[in-house]
């Protein structure tokens, strides 16, 4: 009971998100129910990652909260600062220093290692819901392991656009079995969840839902084997800050000009101190 | 033999144990007198060979529909056993379908056995193109190469006679005669063994009927698969088919060959539709 009144929840929902999330590492890219809470933050701002994190983290943790790549966004400093508020744990914006990393929709440049957990907020975790509305079919198709219609949307963009139209939560499928919603990150990011040496939890607040990638599991994305898996690549790019080159930038469009920037800040500042040094 | 149904019932409510023993064209109801169950089908034996091509006939709710889905496994037995061809237990012997596991029960499905359906919407996904719902049964028998899917999806669509550059248009562009060969170019691409027809043709002009039943023998002969067609009408079943069933009230009246219970019918039930028609 030395765990009452730490990280906001009470003992009995720490209880049972972890034991959902038991389950879910378990049963890598299945997605496992939990009576999510209310929290000081409006469902749909991060509050299935949120009680995740709450649910797992000790005083000893080092906490990084990213928002699209940033560490400065205003979610990143609500969400970072309430739980500082509540677990008094340290935090930085240095991704190798972390134990757990808060995401929405990337995943850090810097490579992950083990003993890290990274937990990504996630608004719709069911991968099926754009094929099959019906909730009882759904669950049949994971348990067939009949993902057919997901290819079909596949087929479908490869023979009128040339290529899958998904430009983000890109569907994957998590040791050779479950096929999931890997949370609206680019698919830049998809073949870094790949075999991963850091363990990936997923939350999703407002579906009640959450799931998991154990560490060094297998993450592919769903692909015809006679075609690649393009991700985003921006040809002579490099970042207007720090000059970095074949990272994941954002395009920031000034009137006619388009200027590109690191997405992941904390690797753009590191950069820039490298270069100071140099 | 590719299909062995031996002793299969289908009873709809509570049921009692004398449903089966009171109901039938002996007792000239389907409805228990006892419980008031309806016995769909009532204790109806069959098999089909490899390229042979039976015919069930009886009237409306006499039951054809449902046996058709008890051997697809749209729905399943209250009682008998259905043996296909391959599927076995671990020392060899046929094994009875319904006591089998959902996987095989799923590939049985997805690629021995199709079904083409009276409603084109109950065959087809019309939120994908004919090309996308022939693709979902390619996929779903295994392929996973985009060009082999392509281009086996285009064979199909030669195949049943419709312009190559109508591939990617969806289900509502085309007609009730065209949605039925789409049907059947999805049924077909994944080479199943058998194929099941619940009145595949009523409700399409009679020109239209004609060269559909055409384009269904051809692909047969040219194919070799087996085939079961429900129909009302017995110059479908006279032209069409080798083996004839027909049922009322849920049980087989008359089982045989074609041509033998068109000239020659036993029951006075046959006899009474083979005069109508003649
Ligand atoms: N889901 C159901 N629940 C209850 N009764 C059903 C159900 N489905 C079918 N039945 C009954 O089972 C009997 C057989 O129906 P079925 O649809 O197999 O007949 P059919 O021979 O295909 O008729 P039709 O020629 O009109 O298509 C009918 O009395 C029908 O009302
Ligand atoms: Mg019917
Ligand atoms: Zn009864």
Known sequence: MSDHGFAFLDGDAKKEIRRAL??????PGYIVPFASREMPVARGWGTGGLQITLSIILEQDV?????????????AIN???????VTKVMTTSKTSRASIIQTRHRIPEHELRENQVLVFQVPYPEVLTTVEPDTAQQKQMHADGDYSKLWVLLYEDTSQYGDSRISNRYPVQVNNHFVMDPS???????????????????????EKRMYAIPPYTTVKPLKFDDREFKIEVFPGVCC????????????????SDRRYFCSDTEFCDKNMEKNDAA | MLLDVRNVSKIYGTSCDQCLSLTGVEHDRAICPECGSVVAVNSISLSARKNEILGIVGESGSGKSTLLQLIYQDIRASSGEIFFQGVTDKNGQPS?????????VSRLRSKEMSMIYQNPRLGLNFLFSAGGNIAERIIGAGERRYDEIRSNALDYIRRIEMETSRIDDYPEE?????????????????????????EPTTGLDVSVQAKILDLIKELQQDMGFSMIIVSHDLGVINHLTDITVVM???TLVEYGLTDQILEDPQHPYTQLLVSSIL
């Open chain 2, 248 to 250: 009322k009230h849920g």
């Open chain 2, 174 to 198: 085309f007609s009730g005669g065209q949605q039925q060969r789409i049907q059947i170019a999805k049924a077909l691409s994944s080479s199943p063994q058998l194929l099941l027809l619940d």
């Open chain 1, 240 to 255: 207007e800050r720090c000059g970095a080159r074949d990272v994941f930038f954002d395009e920031v469009r000034l009137g």
């Open chain 1, 79 to 85: 969400i970072r600062n309430f739980i500082t508020s």
């Open chain 2, 96 to 104: 009875n379908i319904l006591h089998e596991p959902p996987s095989a």
């Open chain 1, 22 to 27: 038991l389950k879910a590492v378990a049963l």
């Open chain 1, 184 to 206: 609206p990150i680019p698919k830049y990011d998809i073949p870094r969840m790949d075999n991963c040496p850091a363990l990936q939890l997923f939350g999703a607040g407002r």
């Open chain 1, 63 to 75: 906490l990084k909260v990213i928002d699209q790549g940033c560490d400065g966004s205003v979610n």
